[in-house]
């Protein structure tokens, strides 16, 4: 059964980095749209960025420029470096891939918590 594993959430000071990686296993196809959402208690989930397994990258704007998203194609993993870390980039952070036909399979991670707070 495929499934996606995160790791690297975690506490840090406005201004610091972290690095979150998904782990995706299980029949996933290598063309697929690997990404990170994340989400704050009241609001809906919102895109942070998102690469295909052909090359193309999508951003959210509060983010372009701090954050970079990269990916592992023979082991199906994507990374996102986050830089320049703000009080606002708090939130829920969830990994996902999208597959398939039209690419309307859809998995999503469990979420790994990042508070940026001094």
């Known amino acids: 059964q495929a499934q996606l594993v995160e790791s690297g959430g975690g506490l840090v000071q406005p201004g610091g980095s972290l690095r979150l990686s998904c782990a995706a296993s299980g029949s996933i196809p290598t063309r697929n749209v690997m990404g990170w959402y994340r989400q704050v208690p009241g609001k809906e989930r919102e895109l942070v960025a998102t690469?295909?397994?052909?090359?193309?990258?999508n951003y959210a704007d509060s983010v372009k420029g701090r954050f970079t998203i990269s990916r592992d194609n023979g082991k199906n993993t994507v990374i996102l470096q986050m830089n320049s870390l703000k009080p606002e980039d708090t939130a829920v952070y969830y990994c996902?891939?999208?597959?398939?036909?039209?690419?309307?399979?859809?998995?999503w991670g469990q979420g790994t918590q990042v508070t940026v707070s001094s």
């Open positions: 996902n891939v999208r597959y398939g036909v039209g690419l309307s399979s859809l998995l």
């Open positions: 690469l295909a397994s052909w090359g193309t990258t």
